[in-house]
């Protein structure tokens, strides 16, 4: 059996893009809806984590580039 491969950020917000489509169209049943919805909130959280690990990365980089150059006398 093959390994699902993992969606990237991007892959991600065209999901969660058709997920908020689907669910304006308003012709779904409820349950639909619902698992949608969920489907929708967790691909959210999954986003929402991506951005804060870049964040956090670019804030490091930052830092070490302030460092650099503050050691380099160029600050």
Same mark, same amino acid.
């Given at each position: 059996?093959?390994?699902?491969?993992?969606?990237?950020?991007?892959?991600? =917000?065209? #999901?969660?893009? /058709?997920?908020?489509? &689907?669910? !304006? +169209? @308003?012709?779904?049943? $409820?349950?639909?809806?619902?698992?949608?919805?969920?489907?929708?909130?967790?691909? =959210?959280? #999954?986003?929402? /984590?991506?951005?804060? &690990?870049? !964040? +956090? @990365?670019?804030?490091? $980089?930052?830092?070490?580039?302030?460092?650099?150059?503050?050691?380099?006398?160029?600050?």
């Amino acid at each position: 059996m093959a390994e699902k491969k993992s969606k990237n950020f991007e892959q991600k =917000i065209s #999901e969660i893009e /058709k997920i908020v489509s &689907s669910l !304006e +169209q @308003k012709n779904l049943e $409820l349950e639909q809806s619902l698992e949608l919805f969920e489907k929708g909130t967790a691909l =959210i959280r #999954e986003c929402q /984590k991506t951005l804060l &690990s870049a !964040e +956090q @990365k670019i804030s490091s $980089l930052n830092i070490d580039i302030q460092n650099e150059s503050k050691r380099d006398g160029i600050a």
